[in-house]
T-cell receptor, first 112, second 112 residues
Framework: ETGVTQSPTHLIKTRGQQVTLRCSSQ?????VSWYQQALGQGPQFIFQYYREEENGRGNFPPRFSGLQFPNYSSELNVNALELDDSALYLC???????????FGPGTRLTVT | SQQGEEDPQALSIQEGENATMNCSYK?????LQWYRQNSGRGLVHLILIRSNEREKHSGRLRVTLDTSKKSSSLLITASRAADTASYFC????????????FGKGTKLSVIP
């Protein structure tokens, strides 16, 4: 078990709504990355936050946004939810520049 | 987009047998990592192999890397029922931020 926690565990939302997912980093880690994992697929990189600023982004539209707080915890916000946003959302914390990332248990989002 | 492709997609073996999973990737890499995921939950880091390494061992795990063929393999020896999980390879690189690019994974079932 890593020290990375995520909340909530499960979430059901309706198309068009907005959602906020939360992640608490492992102690001593200053970088948080978010990944989306659709059913039967590998995780896909959404973006990374370092020193409270976005520090790289994958191929996701602007309605996916995030925040990182001074204590290095992070939020992922998704606006105007679409059915295809249904997935497991994983956050991973690390030290900036480190090779290994430590993943949380994920939040399973279902959009109906 | 997915960088790597794992092969096979699914593998079923008896407890005590060895399990071999393969991963192919498309672009040059710094490192290649293998992760395990139990029942759609968080990913656990297993092993990292650097691009200048050819083989690495960790307990019952053996990873090989052939950069000329852009491929890697993960061997789990003397498998146990607890090894039942999905296994993903991930390549990493610096593109302004440090991100992992995952394959689709191999689902391993170890039958007691």
């Amino acid at each position: 078990e890593t020290g990375v926690t995520q909340s909530p565990t499960h979430l059901i939302k309706t198309r068009g709504q907005q959602v906020t997912l939360r992640c608490s980093s492992q102690s001593g880690h200053n970088t948080v990355s978010w990944y989306q994992q659709a059913l039967g697929q590998g995780p896909q990189f959404i973006f990374q936050y370092y020193r409270e600023e976005e520090n790289g982004r994958g191929n996701f539209p602007p309605r996916f946004s995030g925040l990182q707080f001074p204590n290095y915890s992070s939020e992922l916000n998704v606006n105007a939810l679409e059915l295809d946003d249904s997935a497991l959302y994983l956050c991973a914390s690390s030290q900036q520049g480190a090779n290994e990332q430590y993943f949380g248990p994920g939040t399973r989002l279902t959009v109906t | 987009s997915q960088q790597g492709e794992e092969d096979p997609q699914a593998l079923s073996i008896q407890e005590g047998e060895n399990a071999t999973m393969n991963c192919s990737y498309k672009t040059s890499i710094n490192n290649l990592q293998w992760y395990r995921q139990n029942s759609g939950r968080g990913l656990v880091h297993l092993i990292l192999i650097r691009s200048n390494e050819r083989e690495k061992h960790s307990g019952r795990l053996r990873v090989t890397l052939d950069t000329s063929k852009k491929s890697s393999s993960l061997l789990i020896t003397a498998s146990r029922a607890a090894d039942t999980a999905s296994y993903f390879c991930a390549t990493d690189g610096w593109t302004g931020s440090y991100q992992l690019t995952f394959g689709k994974g191999t689902k391993l079932s170890v039958i007691p």
